[in-house]
């Protein structure tokens, strides 16, 4: 019944990667009745869970008008439906916003990065005027290079935008999870210590999200 979308128009921000990451988790470790709405037209996170071996389910929808009137009828038949954002497309972003009961917003904490996510709380807090404040809304910060200045930037710069909660786990650039794709994997399946690194933060922030229902 709960609906919490990954948006952000900006490309490569890590909202499949971390949609995947979600849905896995869900439905593997927590043993729920999740479902992963792909609505980016490159399809890359239904792909990638077609490609594993435990099923876990997903579907392809994709237009504004399709993502408004299906996103409700599929969150009737599971009790979390994730939906992964597509790239520039802002009609398609409106209507999941329009649907959403928790908007999630990956951000890079590059300059350019930080300029294009207000594009992204422009769109939030439009539905949020339309719908007397839903969704909810917070970002993170994806991809995100352990040391560099620009991180201090962007978690003070982001802390100043009162519609949306900045959400305390960081998820750090790993080659661990930019190998998952394409393995059709997730961090879960590797070994090494520093997948278990992202293992732990993975966990920290789906347990944060969960926190905010
Ligand atoms: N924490 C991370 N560490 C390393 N690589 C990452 C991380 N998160 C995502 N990536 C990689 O960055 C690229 C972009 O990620 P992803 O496809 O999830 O972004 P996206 O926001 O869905 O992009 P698009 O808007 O194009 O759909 C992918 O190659 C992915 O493997
Ligand atoms: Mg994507």
Request: hydrophobic residues 45%; proline residues 4%.
């Amino acid at each position: 019944m709960t609906i919490i979308a990954l948006i952000n128009q900006k490309g490569g921000c890590g909202k499949s990667t971390t949609a995947v990451h979600f849905t896995y988790w869900l439905a593997t470790k927590k043993n729920k009745r999740v479902l992963l709405v792909d609505a980016d037209a490159q399809q890359s996170s239904s792909e990638w869970l077609s490609g594993m071996e435990v099923a876990v389910p997903y579907k392809v929808v994709q237009t504004p008008d399709d993502l408004l009137e299906q996103i409700p009828e599929l969150a009737g038949q599971y009790s979390l439906v994730i939906v992964d954002g597509p790239a520039s497309l802002a009609e398609a972003t409106r209507a999941i916003l329009f649907r959403a009961d928790l908007a999630i917003v990956p951000v890079q904490p590059t300059g350019v990065d930080l300029r294009s996510a207000s594009d992204a709380m422009r769109l939030i807090r439009q539905a949020q005027s339309v719908r007397g404040g839903s969704p909810d809304a917070a970002v993170f910060l994806s991809r995100a290079v352990k040391g560099t200045k620009l991180k201090d930037e962007a978690i003070a710069l982001l802390s100043k935008t009162p519609e949306v909660s900045l959400l305390k786990t960081v998820i750090h650039q790993k080659q661990a999870i930019a190998d998952t794709s394409g393995q059709s994997a997730t961090v879960w399946d590797f070994p090494s210590a520093r997948a278990k690194e992202s293992v732990q933060e993975y966990e920290r922030l789906f347990k944060e999200i969960l926190s905010m229902l």
